[in-house]
């Protein structure tokens, strides 16, 4: 699948969704999770195969949510290895994630979650490069490592607010 200069806005749940490799670039999504109960991402992958994924020099916008919506309890670019799903040798490069607010938790959980859940799953292989990112409505600006997908790098993430580099999850 392959997403290319698109404005995607005001998703339901999450705006894309896929079991196969993808290729995003150079898109605005914007305004996740209208429906009750949604637990929105910009991108997941769920179950099948995906190998040599790109998601690059897109931008994610989340407003401060206005009478509870959107709801935002969600990670904005998901690279999780679930519902039997394998992930390979993706890259997630200069791409510009806004999580408005200024209380934690209330416009996104995090903004980058690389995660592997218990079963067959597997993500291995991810690179997660040049991402600015303003987390002033979130819990934080990248999932922390607490699974055993493998061969995974961070590196040059920078606070959009700060300009400084992140710290490694």
Not at 6 to 15: G, I, M, R, T
Not at 39 to 57: D, K, L, M, R, T
Request: with cysteine; net charge negative; aromatic share 8%.
């Amino acid at each position: 699948l392959t997403i290319a200069r698109d404005w995607l806005k005001n998703a339901p749940q999450h705006v894309v969704e896929v079991s196969n490799s993808l290729i995003e670039r150079r898109n605005l999504i914007e305004n996740l999770g209208f429906a009750p109960g949604a637990h929105p991402n910009a991108v997941q992958f769920c179950g099948g195969s995906a190998s040599g994924s790109e998601i690059a020099y897109n931008t994610i916008y989340n407003p401060v949510p206005v009478n509870g919506y959107p709801n935002m309890d969600n990670e904005d670019l998901q690279v999780e290895g679930q519902c039997t799903g394998t992930v390979l040798n993706t890259t997630l490069a200069n791409n510009v994630v806004i999580a408005a607010g200024t209380q934690a938790g209330t416009t996104s959980s995090y903004l980058i979650a690389i995660r592997q859940d218990p079963g067959p799953n597997l993500v291995q292989g991810v690179k997660v490069l040049s991402n600015w990112l303003y987390w002033g409505g979130a819990w934080g600006p990248l999932y922390p490592l607490k699974t055993p997908a493998s061969d995974v790098t961070f590196s040059g993430n920078m606070s959009l607010k700060t300009g400084t580099a992140l710290a490694l999850p």
